[in-house]
């Protein structure tokens, strides 16, 4: 090799390291973005139900809106993402969220918002178009930090709890959907900029191989896919569904004000993101399946204490009774719910790794499939949590059915790999079979 031609591969390598950052940074700021836009209606929809004085119940449907149409929109939006590319659709979905984002502000009735939230909520689908555009610029070897950094973006649910009340305290809640839907706007028009079509979707453009429907939905047709699923309905949507009832939690259990149960909610929500980057950078390094067992025992142990609600325990001596009070303190339970988000950040960094080794070539249907499953569990938990509260009249239960959840996985997946190595090792007898009747022959 000249030394003119290795000046120009080290400038290649140079310009090609520049793409996969640039399309990491500006992919996770986007679901960033997105991530907050999702769950705006969680915070203005206070002021909303004052308004029109709505029902406990109407509060619910119209906070939940926005989480089931963005849950829905994960796997169309994947399987899109194959064929049109994730920067086309990126940036497409962000120009189109907006337009519903801002007219948020000037609805006025109950159906309008409803409308209009379900619309918003498409943004949550963001997640299945980066998780294929990230996947496909990231070497091998560092997928799993590289879907970490990008699912880090789910800070923007605590960016819209810190960001929000101020904009509506300086300028009236109808002000946050138009500054939303600013930003969204701009940083569409970055992204599209600053980013280029990811190698895979220019492969297939050259090579016009673009996969049909049929090809798309083959992979989920393997039972793997829905149990990384169910895996991740627990890590993401128990991480959604209790980021949801945590203040709640604070407030009626230990007697706290809002804002000081908002900010130890903040304990959970923050490492749980955070660490997503770190779990993704041990999925590459030790292997994912060994992480997502670690996450699975340590949420295990956590969830056995935060399930056992305050109790009062007799002793009957000889001459007296002794009575004993069992409860949970609130800086015991913080550390403990604060040990169990960052587990989940661990987990769904290193099942999006598992979802990587099994199908690198079918991350945005995959990846949807899955992201799709894990979005449902941040709509259900909640809905379920409330239901076993009121069945139960102990708080604690919403804890019981998470152990009773993470019970499953943990059950699925020992026979789920059990299963798997068992044909392996047929797979293996067969071959070697074959091999040594050839030899003798």
Aim: proline residues 3%.
């Amino acid at each position: 090799m000249t030394y003119r031609n290795f000046i120009t591969a080290e400038k290649r390598m140079a310009q090609e390291t520049q793409k996969q950052i640039s399309a990491l940074i500006m992919s996770t700021l986007m679901f960033a973005a997105c991530f907050a836009a999702w769950t705006l209606i969680s915070v203005i929809g206070v002021q909303i139900k004052h308004e029109l004085q709505l029902s406990e119940t109407e509060f619910g449907i119209l906070v939940a809106t926005p989480i089931l149409s963005g849950a829905l929109a994960r796997l169309p939006m994947g399987m899109l993402s194959e064929r049109l590319g994730g920067r086309k659709l990126m940036t497409g979905l962000i120009l189109v969220v907006s337009i519903p984002l801002y007219a948020f502000s000037y609805a006025e009735t109950y159906w309008q918002y409803l409308l209009l939230g379900f619309c918003i909520g498409l943004a949550g689908s963001s997640f299945a178009i980066g998780i294929h555009y990230v996947s496909s610029w990231a070497s091998r070897e560092n997928q799993g930090l590289a879907m970490g950094v990008f699912g880090a973006g789910n800070l923007g649910a605590a960016l819209t709890n810190l960001v929000a009340p101020l904009i509506i305290i300086a300028y009236g809640w109808r002000m946050a959907p138009v500054a939303y839907a600013f930003v969204l706007v701009l940083l569409a028009a970055l992204f599209w900029l600053l980013t280029q079509d990811d190698p895979i979707h220019q492969r297939r453009a050259e090579q016009k191989r673009v996969p049909k429907l049929q090809q798309l939905m083959s992979p989920l047709k393997d039972l793997r896919v829905w149990r990384f699923g169910f895996y991740y309905f627990f890590v993401f949507g128990g991480y959604v569904a209790l980021t949801l009832w945590l203040p709640d939690y604070y407030v009626t259990q230990y007697g706290l004000d809002l804002k000081t149960a908002s900010f130890l909610t903040l304990l959970f929500t923050v490492p749980g993101a955070l660490t997503r980057v770190i779990g993704g950078w041990c999925a590459d390094q030790l292997g994912a399946r060994r992480v997502n067992w670690t996450v699975f025992w340590v949420c295990l142990v956590c969830l056995f204490f935060l399930s056992y609600p305050p109790t009062t325990m007799t002793i009957h001596g000889i001459e007296q009774n002794m009575t004993f009070m069992l409860e949970m303190p609130v800086w015991m339970f913080t550390v403990l719910i604060m040990v169990v988000g960052v587990a989940m950040g661990f987990g769904k960094a290193s099942v999006f790794r598992m979802v990587y080794d099994y199908y690198p070539d079918r991350m945005g249907t995959v990846g949807g499939a899955v992201g799709l499953l894990g979005a449902i569990g941040g709509f259900v938990l909640p809905i379920s949590f409330g239901l076993v509260t009121d069945l139960f009249g102990v708080r604690s239960s919403c804890f019981m059915l998470l152990y009773g959840l993470l019970a499953l996985c943990m059950v699925t997946m020992y026979y789920g790999i059990s299963i798997q190595e068992q044909r392996q090792r047929l797979q293996d007898a067969i071959q070697n079979n074959f091999l040594k009747e050839n030899l003798d022959a």
